[in-house]
């Protein structure tokens, strides 16, 4: 018997499946479509066990569709801007696009090892100047439509790199690279105008039935549409400038005005700055305050810290009750007006800040289920001890809105102040306007001049692509595209004059958030073929982390609702179908002196319950820390050519598929990996045992019906966990399958076994097939196959051969379990009645009971009433 060498087996059927261009996409009107698509990489340099698991997960759905008679389409690209290729150039002296297409290169080697199921010829990479130039096109087609403009924004400023960092680059308030303490300034960036889409955007999320429901949540709570009041406030007293109609502040708890105790403004809020430019204390407050991130989230958690301008506000339903006006740096100047109301019994950010500066707290909504007379003094300790009630309930303590619930409160109080003519009921968001600017080299640039006479002109579409030069200057922090003697100077369009280029480049998100359907066409001239992207898109399945449920996926759809409505999409949501994989994880190791090590300089020793560690090298006790998530900084990453190298790639696909359901994490282990290697041993010694099956029809054999019902099963089962994504539970099928097969051996089987085993191994083949690639079609081979396996069509099963000949029905009595029975499958209701009734089991539960009434439901279950 020939031994399985995945060595020399796998490279083979690579080599085959290069050589017939299986995994071409082609649009085929006769034939129903399917695009699948991974969020594609960044090319870092190497693979990990995270790629191999996410990009196995979307090729066993390209496979399998390809069987089931689709017209597949499953490219592959580069997600290849971005810092860490400038920090390369920083740190290495080296050039980032030399460094870019290096990666590209191993990664890609690494990938085809994986023996994807890929069209290689759609390939490409966002740094490639012919798919940023189409960038740049349909960009100026945005700015034509209004959804492109410039505007002062307040950033995260790193002095050090001399650059904007993202929210995710500010690090405990430092920057991520420099660890120079982050600055907020305010800089003219370019934005593009999602706002306008944000109604839309809520409102599709409910057609997208294939999202996780968790995602969906979060683009909705990222989006944030509130409905509530927008109203100002009169000053106790003069006044400040500009102020003279009041303050005005946005609230979507308008039922606890009564509730109030102060009122806070951001940090750069237009009275904030005049405060600050009068007075330095203020202004030093204020600088305090842009020392923290600006992003949502880290002023949540940030210590809470204000400062009292002063100032007095009058209430708007009682004109002698005064409130405080306090800066406040956790107020967004971007959400609503940049000024609220503080009710801090229903509110933790206003509880937290109010204890810390003794202001006032009112409790003004209860529960509506307490007692008003008994609870009160203990609901109300619980707010005092420092626990806000945000939940719903009936408003209290407030005049004209008490006794009525949240809802009714809000509207009555909305109503007032409109009668009042203080101010309206308002929907806000809290998405705010995409800022794409990025002042970095390493990027596409942004297709504008800047012309003293005639301002911010974008080019013409003749004029593109706008290349970057190939001998930017990375030695120095900052952008090296402002620094570059030459490339930034040009002439108008419009007068002919000295311009200058625009020196920011785009956020990598707008890179990514239009990839999708440039694979549908990579040849095409202009940026999106109509006609292409009519036929491949939606992407019907799109498979990607967890942690880009909110910004890239949000954009993404973003940019195809703007690009629809100028007319180069027909759809206006991308992805039809999105799956978040779990992460592939290892326990991580350290020496004593806290150094991390990699998992293969470990020995791992178990004695009994107990666990142990050392280094392999010097036999150093080593300290058996957390399983993570595989990290180049814990060092607890397994390198795939390892793995490869010794058990072969479909052992390492076949266990990162089967560990765990694929949205769950998988803890990687040596000994799943063995485990996985020993079934690709089995499968294949069972197909080198398989002899030619005899000619002519063979006749009736119960040994052989009984493996036919077996194969027609696990086909069956393994399509519904295809078609679900539960891969573990269609490789445990598997498994099953060919423990069956061990009971029906070649050597003693009778021609209809024979051919029953026949049939088996030929669906066996083409189920492992999206799993174990090259081993499916090693084995596909050693049956007579014909042709690829890679080619063949999914096997099908007959219906009748995978329903139960006879139903184990449960019998309850007076709604409690007392039995069961078997019946026929399809059995009719009075013939179950009578098995049921004849069964001793259920004759002595009814023992002095009279039978009222048997209700039977056909091949589920048997309820007795009874008294």
């Known amino acids: 018997m020939a031994r399985y060498n995945p060595k020399e087996v796998e490279p083979k059927w690579r080599a085959a499946w290069a050589d017939a261009d299986v995994f071409r996409a082609r649009a085929e009107p006769g034939k129903p479509k399917y695009y699948v698509l991974e969020m594609f990489p960044y090319p870092s340099g190497r693979l990990h066990m995270g790629h191999v698991r996410n990009y196995s997960l979307g090729d066993v759905i390209a496979r399998y569709k390809r069987a089931r008679g689709f017209a597949v389409l499953h490219p592959m690209g580069w997600d290849a801007f971005g810092l860490p290729a400038e920090n390369a150039a920083m740190e290495r002296g080296v050039d980032p696009k030399a460094w870019t297409y290096e990666n590209i290169d191993r990664m890609r080697a690494e990938l085809k090892e994986l023996g994807l199921a890929i069209d290689w010829s759609r390939e490409f990479a966002t740094c490639d100047v012919e798919y940023y130039g189409k960038q740049q096109a349909w960009f100026l087609d945005l700015f034509k439509a209004g959804l492109v403009y410039r505007k002062e924004s307040v950033v995260n400023w790193d002095p050090v790199d001399q650059t ?16 120079a303490v982050v600055e907020k300034r305010k800089l003219n960036q370019w934005f593009l105008r999602i706002t306008d889409y944000a109604d839309e955007l809520v409102d599709a999320l409910k057609t997208l039935d294939r999202w996780p429901d968790k995602v969906r949540t979060m683009q909705e709570n990222w989006i944030g549409r509130s409905k509530g009041l927008k109203f100002a406030f009169d000053f106790a007293g003069p006044a400040p400038a500009g102020f003279d109609a009041g303050l005005e502040v946005y609230t979507t708890r308008p039922d606890t005005l009564f509730g109030a105790s102060f009122v806070g403004i951001a940090p750069d809020h237009p009275l904030a700055e005049q405060l600050a430019a009068a007075d330095p204390k203020v202004a030093a407050f204020v600088a305090e305050c842009r020392k923290g ?18 100032l007095k506000v009058k209430h708007p339903f009682d004109p002698d009750w005064e409130l405080p006006v306090w800066i406040a740096n956790f107020i967004l100047m971007d959400y609503g007006t940049g000024a609220i109301f503080a009710c801090p019994a229903h509110d933790q950010r206003d509880l937290d800040f109010a204890r810390k500066y003794g202001l006032p707290v009112k409790p003004v909504v209860m529960p509506a289920h307490y007692d008003w007379e008994g609870d009160v003094s203990a609901f109300e300790s619980n707010i005092l001890d420092g626990e806000a009630y945000t939940g719903s309930g009936v408003i209290y303590n407030s005049a004209f809105l008490d006794g009525k619930d949240v809802e009714v409160a809000k509207a009555e109080a909305i ?3 409109e009668a009042m003519g203080k101010g309206e009921g308002t929907t806000v968001y809290r998405l705010r306007d995409w800022g794409v600017a990025r002042q970095r080299g390493w990027g596409c640039p942004v297709p504008v001049v800047h012309c003293a006479k005639c301002g911010v002109v974008p080019l013409p579409k003749s004029a593109l692509p706008v290349a970057l030069p190939d001998d930017l200057d990375f030695g120095k922090p900052g952008n090296a595209l402002a620094r570059h003697p030459t490339w930034k100077h040009t002439t108008c369009p419009d007068c002919g004059g000295p311009a200058e280029r625009e020196t920011d480049t785009l956020d990598t998100f707008v890179d990514s958030s239009w990839y999708f359907a440039r694979f549908a066409d990579t040849e095409a001239e202009e940026a999106i073929s109509k006609e292409a992207a009519d036929y491949w898109l939606p992407v019907d399945q799109y498979i990607g982390g967890i942690e880009h449920a909110v910004l890239h996926l949000l954009y993404a759809r ?10 180069q999409l027909s759809v206006r949501e991308p992805f039809a179908g999105l799956f978040t994989q779990g992460m592939v994880t290892h326990e991580s190791y350290r020496r004593q002196n806290g150094e991390w090590v990699e998992p293969r300089e470990v020995e791992v020793i178990t004695e009994g319950k107990t666990r142990r560690a050392r280094l392999i090298s010097t036999g150093e006790p080593v300290v058996i820390g957390d399983v993570e998530k595989m990290s180049k900084s814990k060092r607890n990453t397994v390198a795939p050519e390892e793995i490869f190298d010794v058990y072969g790639v479909d052992a390492a696909r076949l266990f990162v598929l089967s560990d765990s359901p694929p949205e769950r994490d998988a803890q990687w282990s040596t000994s799943g990996v063995e485990g996985a290697w020993r079934f690709v041993n089995r499968v294949w010694n069972e197909f080198d045992s398989q002899p030619a099956a005899p000619a002519g029809e063979a006749g009736p054999d119960a040994k052989a019906d009984d493996l036919r019902v077996f194969t027609h099963r696990t ?12 891969f573990n539970s269609g490789i445990a099928r598997l498994y099953e399958f060919l423990n069956k097969l061990k009971d029906f051996p070649a050597a003693q089987a009778s021609p209809a076994v024979l051919a029953a085993r026949q049939e088996a191994l030929s669906a066996f083949a083409r189920l492992i097939a999206p799993f174990t690639p090259h081993l499916a079609e090693e084995c596909w081979t050693r049956i007579g196959g014909e042709g690829l396996v890679a080619n063949a069509p999914w096997p099908g099963f007959d219906a009748a051969l995978t329903e139960d000949a006879v139903k184990v029905l449960p019998v309850q009595v007076n709604g409690k379990r007392r039995g069961e029975v078997r019946a026929p499958a399809g059995a009719e209701p009075a013939d179950v009645e009578k098995i049921v009734l004849d069964d001793p089991e259920i004759t002595r539960r009814l023992e002095g009971l009279t039978i009222r009434k048997v209700i039977v439901v056909k091949d589920r279950i048997v309820n007795i009433v009874a008294a």
């Open 164 to 179: 904007v960092l993202a929210n995710e680059q500010v690090v405990d308030g430092r920057g991520w690279r420099s660890g």
């Open 715 to 726: 086909v069956k089962a393994v399509t519904e966990a295809v078609e679900t994504f539960r």
């Open 293 to 310: 991130g600006v992003s949502e989230a880290e002023i949540e958690t940030a210590e809470k810290i204000g400062w009292d301008t002063g």
């Open 415 to 417: 109503a007032r102040i």
């Open 558 to 567: 973003f940019v195809t609702k703007a690009l629809a409505d100028h007319g």
